[in-house]
Antibody, heavy 119, light 107 residues
């Protein structure tokens, strides 16, 4: 079955760090770019970052640039998002999403993991 | 950054009626425009890419049109399962950006 499964969310204090993971299955992981998209409670979707299939090209939203690092381990079919330092405004459900072949829209989404930044 | 503006914010429609949602880009994105559907508590689902191509498994009552800066998502005859929030997204340039969403609710 083609699926994405995020993990690693939780409650963290402002200034703290967290690493999200996204396990992919059912497709050739290394052949596709991947996105992280977040959604603050009751708000719309916000693209966070993207990484190419080989992992050598990355893009970030200005809101997270310099604080978040996206990476992937193609041998483990796993995507990561290292987040630090975290701010209250980073509180959101974080979705990993597979990019379509040759494009950057997302044709497969995980169920998301909730990150809460609060003291 | 390309700003995506969706209208209206909320659309009240009766089942069986047609719904028309708009999305405007602050600069041309060509046909690099996608539409997603999101139901409460669920992840977004891809509906349309390339401005007008339905994703696999998407019902034929969903159609997309437009290019450049003006785009439309139409739902020809609303079914109960279509009441949701719809987002447009441009993927023509970095950063990727989403519209604020249109909530389609039961009238």
């Amino acid at each position: 079955e083609v699926q994405l499964l995020e993990s690693g969310g939780g409650l963290v204090q402002p200034g703290g760090s967290l690493r999200l993971s996204c396990a992919a299955s059912g497709f050739t992981f290394s052949s596709y770019g991947m996105n992280w998209v977040r959604q603050a409670p009751g708000k719309g979707l916000e693209w966070v970052s993207a990484i190419s299939g080989g992992g050598n090209s990355k893009q970030y939203a200005d809101s997270v640039k310099g604080r978040f690092t996206m990476s992937r381990d193609n041998s483990k079919n796993t995507l990561y998002l290292q987040m630090n330092p975290l701010r209250a405004e980073d509180t959101a459900v974080y979705y990993c999403a597979k990019a379509a072949a040759g494009n950057w829209y997302s044709d497969l989404w995980g169920r998301g993991t909730l990150v809460t930044v609060s003291s | 950054e390309i700003v995506m503006t969706q209208s209206p914010a909320t659309l009240s429609v009766s089942p069986g009626e047609r719904a028309t949602l708009s999305c405007r880009a602050s600069q041309s994105v060509g046909s690099n425009l996608a539409w997603y559907q999101q139901k409460p508590g669920q992840a977004p689902r891809l509906l349309i890419y390339g401005a007008s191509t339905r994703a696999t498994g998407v019902a034929a009552r969903f159609s997309g049109s437009g290019s450049g800066t003006e785009f439309t998502l139409s739902i020809s005859s609303l079914q109960s399962e279509d009441f949701a929030v719809y987002y447009c997204q441009q993927y023509n340039d970095w950063p990727l950006t989403f519209g604020g969403g249109t909530k389609v609710e039961i009238k």
